[in-house]
């Protein structure tokens, strides 16, 4: 494994944005040339005034467009859009809504547009089911089968939500998205932001969040996505923040995450959304609480040639302190580099997004062969 300095040519642009705190992009590249961005923007995490955005970037264009404003229910927080381009040309906008910090009482929205997001449908409830969230976008597979990753906030006893019963599932339909069918991920308590990815060979392989901060997490499916092996650790740590990952077109597989873990951490968050509260942690959190405050930075690219089964090259994107104690943006406080997006578009270029302190959604775009160079 070889590991880079940051590279000279990662130089990030913010998108434009009109909020106190910008979280959770994610990308698409439309077969227009033009790109797009959604994330979450409002006061903080869970408050009703937190909705989706969305900006562009016109083909032929360095600039992005000011951004328009996708959801807007009073009474939820509208967290982690996803956006899908089916093989009729529909675009797809998935979202979860939740009220207030209640993670048990989310369901996922969707919205779809026509003509590639100029204009959009009124927002619909996807599914029956609570506590659901995504993150991580739909697959499609050669014999027509879409692939929604899902996963499910948990507690137990009425206790309040920490995330370490969380777990994953595969949402499937087999009629472009009429209806959908389930199937969980055995093994996967702790495993979330389910991340499938196609491989050349016709293998399905997944990379997972990890709740205890420990080490990313690998699972494949053999049947179309029908089953999927239980999730187990790769080489690469992780911070119990956001990961995503691409299939290149030779087949090669590049992902975007924080080198880090509770490891590398000195002090730990026991609230989610109120203000700061630490306390003392040991070097090794027992994998039955999940572990929240682990820096996020810095934010890596990382090159597998297997499957993901190893990671030999890996260069540094963002670097700072990562300090993610609080979600609080106004103040300045958090310093996180965090749930990053990449895509490869035709031309091969790879496009990346991140989040930056919860303030901005930084952009950049780089040459494969740059990257790793």
Same mark, same amino acid.
């Given at each position: ?13 913010? *998108? ?16 227009? +040339?033009?790109? *797009? !961005?959604?994330? $979450? ?28 404003? *996708? %959801? ?11 956006? $899908? ?20 009482? =989310?369901?996922?929205? !969707? ?5 590639? +997001? ?14 659901? $969230? ?16 899902? $996963?499910?906030? @948990? %507690? ?34 702790? !495993?979330?932001?389910? @991340? ?5 060979? +016709? ?6 969040? %990890? ?9 494949? &499916? @053999? ?78 690219? =990382? ?16 670097? +700072?302190?990562? /300090? !993610?104690?609080?979600?609080?943006? =106004? ?31 930084? /952009?950049?775009?780089?040459?494969? &062969?740059?990257?790793?160079?």
């Amino acid at each position: 494994m070889t590991d880079n300095p940051t590279h000279p040519r990662f130089s990030a642009v913010s *998108l434009p944005t009109n909020r106190v705190q910008n979280h959770a992009s994610n990308l698409i590249a439309l077969p227009n +040339g033009d790109i *797009l !961005c959604v994330w $979450f923007a409002g006061t903080m995490e869970g408050k009703s005034d937190i909705s989706v955005h969305m900006t562009r970037r016109r083909k032929g264009s360095s600039k992005w467009g000011a951004p328009l404003q *996708l %959801s807007n229910d009073s009474e939820r927080s509208e967290q982690n859009p996803v956006l $899908f381009l089916d093989p009729d040309g529909r675009l797809w906008l998935f979202y979860t809504a939740q009220p207030g910090g209640n993670q048990q009482q =989310a369901f996922v929205r !969707c919205r779809t547009s026509s003509d590639l +997001g100029e204009s959009w449908s009124e927002p619909r409830q996807m599914f029956d089911e609570l506590g659901l $969230f995504v993150r991580q976008p739909v697959v499609v597979l050669d014999n027509n089968r879409w692939l929604l990753p899902v $996963f499910y906030c @948990n %507690s137990r006893g009425g206790e309040t939500w920490t995330g370490e019963h969380d777990h994953s599932a595969v949402k499937i339909s087999h009629d472009r998205g009429m209806t959908w069918d389930e199937v969980a991920v055995p093994g996967s308590t702790g !495993c979330v932001h389910m @991340n499938i990815l196609k491989r050349p060979d +016709g293998q399905l392989v997944a990379f997972y969040r %990890s709740r205890w901060a420990d080490h990313i997490y690998r699972s494949i &499916s @053999n049947d179309a996505g029908r089953t999927w092996s239980p999730p187990s650790p790769t080489d690469l740590p992780n911070n119990n923040s956001s990961i995503q990952a691409t299939t290149l077109k030779n087949g090669h597989i590049a992902m975007v995450f924080n080198r880090a873990s509770a490891m590398d951490a000195t002090g730990r968050r026991t609230s989610l959304y109120d203000d700061l509260d630490e306390q003392s942690c040991a070097k090794e959190p027992p994998q039955s609480r999940a572990f929240w405050g682990a820096p996020r930075s810095p934010l890596s690219l =990382a090159l597998s040639l297997d499957g993901g089964k190893s990671w030999p090259k890996i260069v540094t994107i963002a670097e +700072g302190d990562g /300090y !993610c104690l609080s979600n609080d943006s =106004a103040s300045g406080v958090n310093r996180e580099l965090s749930y990053p997006s990449i895509i490869q578009s035709e031309d091969g270029l790879l496009h990346i997004s991140y989040t930056h302190h919860r303030k901005t959604i930084k /952009y950049l775009c780089i040459d494969e &062969s740059d990257a790793f160079s």
